[in-house]
């Protein structure tokens, strides 16, 4: 690879042309349109948040170093950036009076002469990079995903926005990773992460492709457009919004993908389905920090009780099965705890208190027995936390 390193270039010339679309998916330009800031396979901008954006600009006040920065040179005077994006982009959104600092009167603010001139005349570090061998374009993409491995790293999806980069990904970036799409916040209901992340991107391909991203991805590399996946995706959040009549926050959690393969010709009785939904929250056997459970087992039929995490046995029925346990000990001369009872020695004949035994699953859990009375028993803490799940 070829390098270059260039300090002569100052904040003034690559803000100029500079103008910040907060329509993400689009390319942001400076260098008087030499430079490519947001390149198709980068990130969206996400250091809008009056801390990182502001940091850096700071630190430019201060004259504090902001680190090396990346180009790739693309032709005759032609650049995009490789690694830097977020800090030329909060730059250049302060040269435009987007956000403010604090000045040397300890107010905020948008301009400030001095602070201006300052910053304009500042040349920041840049590194020039060209490819070269048999495969330029890839050494460089193989590049920049391992330097994006440092500081806030790269997640999946945006490492394979740019393994995969070509006019698909731009596509669908400019659907799924655009916060001016109104249809975004609808979709929020029911899947979760950032869209500026690429999170519902990775979803939507996650469920277009059964869980093969990388395959999908590399087969369509070259489309124009990405209907098959927007069209797939809204089948799957429209089916949602039909069969459950409300919303609740679990519902984000949910791999409705996989779900709507499974079960989106099954027919359902909507408005009753809804009701179960709002029981099983109410019901306090079922585990509140898992509810996303609840909507596949409906779904499901109501057969996989394990996906309720209802493992704990109420007191109701612990006393019950306790007092039947030992009524049943006590006429026959044994424990009331029945691996103490088949031991036999010294705790053969132990009848313990309701408060030194606990409820076991007598099928385990794990194995796929259910929380109720017929499949419930009373041991004494000691077997019972001897067992486990045998």
Known sequence: MKTEYRTDITVRELCEGFHYDEN???????????????????????YADGKRDVAVIESLQKGFPIGLIYFLRTGTDKYEILDGQQRITSIGRFWERMFSVE???????????????????????????????????????????????????????ELRNATYFGPFVTAARRVFSNSSNT???????????????QEILETALKWVSRDNIDDYMGRHR???????????????IGWVKRMFLGQKAEMRNVDWGRLYETYHNEPYNTTELWEKVERLY???????????????????????????????????VKRKVYNTQTAKAKAQGVSNCPDCAAEGG?????????DQMEADHVTAWSNGGDTSEANCQMLCKYHNRAKGNR
């Not at 998916?25 to 198709?40: A, D, H, V």
């Not at 905020?108 to 590194?127: D, F, R, V």
């Not at 056997?285 to 898992?290: A, G, N, Q």
Request: hydrophobic share 30%; with cysteine; proline share 4%.
């Open 24 to 46: 993400e998916g689009k390319g942001l330009y400076g260098w008087n349109g030499r430079l490519t800031i947001q390149p198709e396979y980068q990130r969206n901008y996400i």
């Open 103 to 157: 000045g040397a009167d300890g107010m905020p603010h948008y301009y400030e002469e001095s602070l201006h001139a300052k910053i304009a005349s500042t040349c920041l570090p840049i590194c020039i990079c060209e490819g070269e061998g048999d495969s330029p374009e890839q050494e460089i993409k193989d590049w920049f995903t391992a330097i994006n491995t440092k500081g806030e790293p790269l997640n999946e999806q």
């Open 183 to 197: 249809n975004v916040q609808i979709w929020k209901a029911f899947i979760a992460g950032s869209e500026k992340r």
């Open 222 to 236: 070259g489309d124009e457009g990405c209907k098959e996946l927007v069209t797939y995706f809204e089948s799957v």
């Open 282 to 316: 109410a019901d306090e056997r079922v585990d509140s920090m898992d509810y996303k459970g609840v909507f596949e087992y409906l779904l499901g039929g109501e057969k996989d009780k394990r996906l309720l995490h209802v493992r704990i046995f109420r007191n109701p």
């Open 346 to 354: 010294t705790r053969g004949n132990i009848v313990y208190t309701f």
